[in-house]
Structure formats: structure tokens, C-alpha cells
């Protein structure tokens, strides 16, 4: 089964835009025959912003910034007896400064156009300014109202997907480094691939907090919450901060691995003992980190139980095989490296911070 994806809300935030400015028109132009009417339409059409909180903040920036230029030009026109070559030399440079002010954000680029609309028309009587503000103002409201009442966008797509793809892309890792661990000789190039992999799974948690805030963003003073029955609730920070360490841990794992193939003097190999051991410590990671539900509903009583079974033994075996880890430690007999010690220490935070995905969904 298919799930809509940004297509479609790239479509529906256009075709809600080009409606915005139709309707803005029809009453401003067609209606209304305002003087300035195609103030209006063009504020509205770019006003259906991504988030209605955004569209809210994109209308107090842009009408800020066009008051601003517009008694700009107007008093550089007094000023200059109507001269509209010597009143763009006064007025541009300070409106095209003003554009690059922070706090107006991309919308400091309507100060110098809304001068420049005002010197080329060379309207700028009290009653030109004031319908110039008033048709600004028509077109702002409309497109705040559009974008907040037609399909209001709410953006938890990318929260979803990354929080399932995180369990899925650690497990297949670990797995991996299960695998590649057993083999003899150990390949060095392989782990640095590894350690690759690693990396990206730390990007993928910088991902979904931006992503986090991005549907955060879309839930304020966004009525969809209320109007659409579709729209999902967004899921809890509290599995992104428990996934940010999962993901760190196993990084500092896998390069403490990849560190153990390289000539360092402060590194030795493992006892021989050691890598049969970390494989099934990795394995059974593995499979914990691929029987983690993303808050997923269980489809069913007998589903939740067998999944909850699942993970509590696959914590078992980890922590069993971390155990037989952490006794080569202990072991006379058994040559102990700075890189044993390293995988013990990494390995029991990493089972640390997995121990949470073993519980049940309601105890989660």
C-alpha cells in the first residue's frame, strides 16, 4: 500500500496558493476595482506559506516591510520634487540595507520593491499610501485564511519515517558487524565501512530533530488539529532522546573496532576468545534494535505478547554474552587490551540505553 507523499502536499499548498491569489483578486480587482488591487492577489499567493504559524509570521514581516518602503519612497519623492531617478538614489540603498535585517527574514525583500512600486507609479499621496497598506493587509488576511481552513498542512511524514528507519538501519549494522567480526582473517576495510555506516545513523537522529521541529512548527495556531480527523498526533521526544544514545553508542563500538584492525600502538588485538563473544552480543542487539515498534499500535493482544517475549530475550542473550565479555576482563589467563576494556564499556552502555525497547508497548 502507498502512503501520499511531499507530491502531493507541494501540489496542494500550490493549487491552495493560486486560489488565494484568484480570490484576493476577485475582490479586491473585480469587486472592489481597488486602485492598487494587484497588491492583493500578489501578497495572498505568496502568504500560503508551508506552516499556517509560518504564513502567520510571513504576513507580520511583510507588512512591516512594505509600510516601511512605501513612506520611504513617498517621503524620498517629497523630497526630491517627484524626481524618481534622484528619490531611487536615496531611497534603494536604505530599503536594500533594510532587506537583510534578521528579524525580517526573506520577506526584507519587499522593502525595496515596495519602494520601487511607489516611484515608478509615482503615487504616493496620503490616499495612494493608505490603499497600497489597506490592498496589502485584503491579501495577507487571505492568505492566512486559505492556508489555515483548506487542508491546513501538517508535516509528521518525515518524524515517521525516520523513527523507522533508525531501528531498522542499526539492527541491519550490528547484524553486519556480527557477521564481519567471525570472519577470519578480520578485514579492516570492512570495519571502516562499518564505522561509515555508524556516521550515517548519527546524521539520521540530527534528521529527525530537524524533523521534530518542523512538525512542531506545523501544529501552531494550526485549526487542522481540530478540522481533520486525519491528522495523526505527533509522537513523543522521549524515543528520539533514548535513540540518540542508542546510535552514539554503537558508533563509539564500531570505532573502537575499526580502531583494533589499524597499527596504533595503544591498541592491540582481541583475545581470541573475544570476537565469537561480541557477535552474539552484537546479534542479539540487533535483534532488539529490529523488534523496536516506533510506537506502532500492536495489531493484536497475542502480537504484543509474542514481540514483548521477542525482546526481553533477545536482552537476555545480550546481556548473558556481555557478561562472558566483561569476565575475559577478569580472567588471569586471558591477555587483557585497552580494546577489550573499550568494547566492554561501549557495548554496556549501548545495552543500557537498549534495555527501555525491551519493554512492553504500554510499559514504554
Same mark, same amino acid.
Given at each position: 500500500?502507498?502512503?501520499p507523499?511531499?507530491?502531493?502536499? $507541494?501540489?496542494? +499548498?500550490s493549487?491552495?496558493? @493560486?486560489?488565494?491569489?484568484v480570490?484576493?483578486w476577485a475582490l479586491?480587482?473585480?469587486?472592489w476595482s ?14 500560503? +506559506?508551508?506552516?499556517v ?6 504576513a507580520?514581516q511583510q507588512?512591516?516591510v ?5 513612506l520611504?519612497?513617498a517621503g524620498?519623492?517629497v523630497?526630491? =520634487? ?5 528619490a531611487?538614489a536615496?531611497?534603494l540603498p536604505v530599503?536594500v540595507l533594510?532587506? $537583510?535585517y ?7 525583500m ?8 511607489v ?14 497598506l489597506f !490592498? ?9 485564511a486559505?492556508?489555515?481552513l483548506?487542508?491546513p ?14 531501528p531498522?538501519e542499526?539492527?541491519?549494522l550490528?547484524h553486519a ?9 578480520f578485514d ?5 565501512g ?9 546524521d ?6 530537524t524533523?521534530?521541529?518542523?512538525t512542531d ?11 481533520r480527523?486525519?491528522?495523526p498526533?505527533?509522537p513523543s521526544p522521549d524515543?528520539?532522546f ?7 553508542h554503537i558508533r563509539?563500538?564500531?570505532r573502537?573496532l @575499526?580502531?583494533?584492525? !589499524? ?5 592491540a588485538?582481541?583475545? !581470541? ?6 557477535a552474539e552480543?552484537?546479534r542479539a542487539?540487533?535483534d ?5 515498534e516506533?510506537g506502532a ?5 497475542r502480537?504484543?505478547? !509474542?514481540?514483548?517475549?521477542e525482546?526481553h ?5 545480550a ?13 588471569p589467563?586471558?591477555?587483557?587490551t585497552?580494546a577489550?576494556g =573499550?568494547?566492554a564499556?561501549?557495548?554496556q552502555?549501548l545495552?543500557?540505553?537498549?534495555t527501555p525497547?525491551? =519493554?512492553?508497548? +504500554?510499559?514504554r
Amino acid at each position: 500500500m502507498t502512503t501520499p507523499g511531499p507530491e502531493r502536499d $507541494t501540489t496542494v +499548498q500550490s493549487l491552495k496558493a @493560486a486560489g488565494a491569489g484568484v480570490l484576493a483578486w476577485a475582490l479586491a480587482g473585480w469587486w472592489w476595482s481597488a486602485p492598487m488591487a494587484l497588491l492583493a492577489p500578489w501578497t495572498a499567493l505568496f502568504l500560503v +506559506q508551508s506552516t499556517v504559524y509560518r504564513s502567520l509570521r510571513s504576513a507580520m514581516q511583510q507588512f512591516a516591510v512594505v509600510v516601511v518602503g512605501t513612506l520611504l519612497a513617498a517621503g524620498a519623492a517629497v523630497l526630491t =520634487g517627484n524626481n524618481s531617478l534622484a528619490a531611487m538614489a536615496i531611497v534603494l540603498p536604505v530599503t536594500v540595507l533594510l532587506s $537583510t535585517y534578521a528579524r525580517f527574514g526573506t520577506q526584507g525583500m519587499y522593502a525595496p520593491t515596495a519602494a520601487l512600486f511607489v516611484l515608478a507609479y509615482g503615487t504616493y499621496s496620503a490616499f495612494d499610501i493608505l490603499h497600497r497598506l489597506f !490592498e496589502t493587509l485584503l491579501g495577507a488576511l487571505i492568505g492566512i485564511a486559505v492556508n489555515a481552513l483548506i487542508l491546513p498542512p501538517v508535516h509528521g511524514r518525515d518524524v515517521r519515517h525516520l523513527r523507522d528507519r533508525l531501528p531498522k538501519e542499526s539492527a541491519e549494522l550490528l547484524h553486519a558487524v556480527a557477521d564481519g567480526i567471525e570472519e577470519d582473517p578480520f578485514d579492516p576495510k570492512k570495519a571502516e565501512g562499518w564505522y561509515d555506516r555508524a556516521q550515517r545513523l548519527t546524521d539520521l537522529v540530527t534528521n529527525l530533530r530537524t524533523a521534530r521541529r518542523w512538525t512542531d512548527e506545523s501544529y501552531r495556531f494550526n485549526p487542522g488539529r481540530k478540522l481533520r480527523r486525519s491528522v495523526p498526533t505527533p509522537p513523543s521526544p522521549d524515543w528520539d532522546f533514548t535513540w540518540d544514545r542508542i546510535t552514539e553508542h554503537i558508533r563509539t563500538t564500531v570505532r573502537t573496532l @575499526a580502531e583494533t584492525g !589499524e597499527d596504533r600502538p595503544s591498541l592491540a588485538d582481541l583475545p !581470541e576468545e573475544a570476537p565469537g563473544i561480541l557477535a552474539e552480543l552484537l546479534r542479539a542487539a540487533g535483534d532488539l534494535c529490529a523488534l523496536d515498534e516506533s510506537g506502532a499500535a500492536p495489531t493484536g493482544p497475542r502480537d504484543a505478547s !509474542e514481540t514483548a517475549s521477542e525482546r526481553h530475550s533477545a536482552l537476555r542473550r545480550a546481556k548473558e554474552a556481555h557478561e562472558r565479555l566483561t569476565g575475559l576482563l577478569k580472567d588471569p589467563d586471558t591477555a587483557t587490551t585497552p580494546a577489550l576494556g =573499550g568494547l566492554a564499556a561501549d557495548t554496556q552502555r549501548l545495552l543500557s540505553d537498549l534495555t527501555p525497547v525491551a =519493554g512492553s508497548p +504500554q510499559e514504554r
